[in-house]
């Protein structure tokens, strides 16, 4: 069945730097585009950045723009999320999701998400 | 693009019809997406392309709307569809999501 496992989640003071990793499985990993969306404790989702199939167009969030790298690398099926300069506003449960349908069409929403992983910005 | 749902939350009972509207800034298309999420699990997909509904997900929930308006409805409330409910849209960059809708018992 199609998974998604986000792991590199912990607690880690503000401007230091952290990589979040989702391993995929039951898919073709390379066909489809992949999103990073971030939930702080309480709060609402918040998109953070989409990578196409191949890599060749990614996005981000105005809130980290500048700040945080997403890749992927399509040979491991697994999906990357540097974060660098981290603020407290950061702390949140970030979540890997595949796009919808593969290839370009990245417009009709996300499914499946993965677990989660935690990530905490703390001195 | 900033979407505004309403309400915030919202108390009912089972068999009811339910109504939750996301508003958008501007104009978008129809790339618009509806989600579910329950407390300490992932979201999940419920309405894509403004009113498709995602396979395997109940036909009582259906989506509509174009332009700066959008609903999703429940046709008749259960028990297991009590949740935060968020939308989304994915027409210009960056993506964005409503504040979210929590549906409780009342």
């Known amino acids: 069945q199609v998974q998604l496992v986000e792991s590199g989640g912990g607690v880690v003071q503000p401007g230091r730097s952290l990589r979040l990793s989702c391993a995929a499985s039951?898919?073709?990993?390379?066909?489809?585009?992949m999103h990073w969306v971030r939930q702080a404790p309480g709060k609402g989702l918040e998109w953070v950045a989409l990578?196409?199939?191949?890599?060749?167009?990614?996005y981000y969030a105005d809130s980290v723009k500048g700040r945080f790298t997403i890749s992927r690398d399509n040979s491991k099926s697994t999906l990357y999320l540097q974060m660098n300069s981290l603020r407290a506003e950061d702390t949140a449960v970030y979540y890997c999701a595949r796009a919808r349908a593969p290839y370009s069409s990245t417009e009709h929403g996300s499914d499946p998400w993965g677990q989660g992983s935690l990530v905490t910005v703390s001195s | 693009i900033q979407l505004t749902q309403s309400p915030s939350s919202l108390s009912a009972s089972v068999g009811d019809r339910v109504t939750i509207t996301c508003r958008a800034s501007q104009g978008i298309s129809s790339y618009f997406a509806w989600y579910q999420q329950k407390p300490g699990k992932a979201p999940k997909l419920l309405i894509y392309?403004?009113?498709t509904l995602q396979s395997g997900v109940p036909s009582r929930f259906s989506g509509s709307g174009s332009g700066t308006d959008f609903t999703l409805t429940i046709s008749s409330l259960q028990p297991e569809d009590f949740a935060t409910y968020y939308c989304?849209?994915?027409?210009?960059?960056?993506?964005?999501f409503g504040q979210g809708t929590r549906l409780e018992i009342k």
């Open positions: 990578i196409w199939y191949d890599g060749s167009r990614n």
């Open positions: 392309a403004a009113s």
């Open positions: 039951g898919f073709m990993f390379s066909s489809y585009g």
């Open positions: 989304q849209q994915l027409s210009s960059y960056p993506i964005t």
